[in-house]
């Protein structure tokens, strides 16, 4: 097959992991498949393929995503997610859009365990991947967490439709996050340095020597504030 690559591509293909190449029987691939998951239904569905992100309006308890790569072998499934870049990206056990999308293919196809691999492809064409096998166990308390999860989503809702300041907390989430500049986590970190110096001085004194963390938090987050 690699003679078929062209010369300049070819050093990238060598190096990408043999165990992408499935040729099994009864194997299937399929690529940028958009799916629905129910959580409530306990339902999942295909809604496309290479759509992009143009998925269709999303009802309570509904989650949409795609996945760069999806194989089904006899006994599993197998999710692909392709990274560039440097940015940080939670391994697939911890990664939520991978165990999401881990578990919607496996009520698609019937099967009962997956495997997640993230393969990261440098500037330099270097490929780099890491892999997590989901069991039957571990996608069933995925269904749960994340059921939990849009639980306080939509208490969150309700608490802002009240007229009222949903509970926040700052994280490696918050760094995409449109609102950040609103967020009231970041809001209650620079009010801590609202008046004079002197002011600011003696209330990050006070809170370092009772709650060191708490004001090395407040210091990072004003910094990313400004």
């Known amino acids: ?14 190096s990408v992991p043999e165990t992408l190449a499935y040729d099994g029987a009864g194997t299937e691939i399929f690529c940028e498949v958009a799916v ?7 339902k999942a569905a295909v809604i496309g ?3 992009g992100r143009q998925y269709p309006r999303a009802e309570s308890y509904q989650i949409m995503g795609s996945a760069d790569l999806v194989i089904v072998e006899a006994d599993r499934v197998v999710v692909v997610d392709y990274k560039t870049g440097n940015g940080y990206v939670p391994s697939p056990e911890k990664n939520w859009q991978m165990r999401a999308l881990a578990y919607a293919l496996c009520k698609i ?6 495997l997640c691999r993230i393969v990261r492809v440098s500037e330099d064409g270097t490929v780099q991947w890491i892999d ?10 995925t269904r749960d967490e994340l059921t939990a999860i849009y639980d306080k989503i939509l208490a969150a809702k309700s608490t802002i439709d009240a007229g009222g300041v ?17 967020c009231p986590a970041y ?31 407040a210091i990072t987050l004003a910094e990313k504030s400004i």
Request: proline share 6%.
């Open 166 to 182: 949903p509970d926040v907390k700052h994280g490696k989430h918050c760094q995409f996050c449109p609102a950040m500049l609103h």
């Open 49 to 51: 393929y290479n759509i």
């Open 109 to 114: 196809h019937d099967k009962g365990r997956a």
């Open 132 to 141: 997590a096998e989901l069991d039957e166990l571990f996608l069933s308390v």
């Open 1 to 14: 097959a690699l003679a078929r690559v062209p010369e300049d591509m070819r050093y990238f293909c060598e």
């Open 187 to 217: 809001g209650k970190a620079i009010r801590l340095w609202a008046g004079s110096p002197t002011d600011c001085s003696e209330r990050l004194t006070a809170l370092a020597k009772s709650e060191p963390a708490k004001a090395w938090r």
């Open 36 to 42: 629905m998951l129910d959580l409530k239904l306990d």
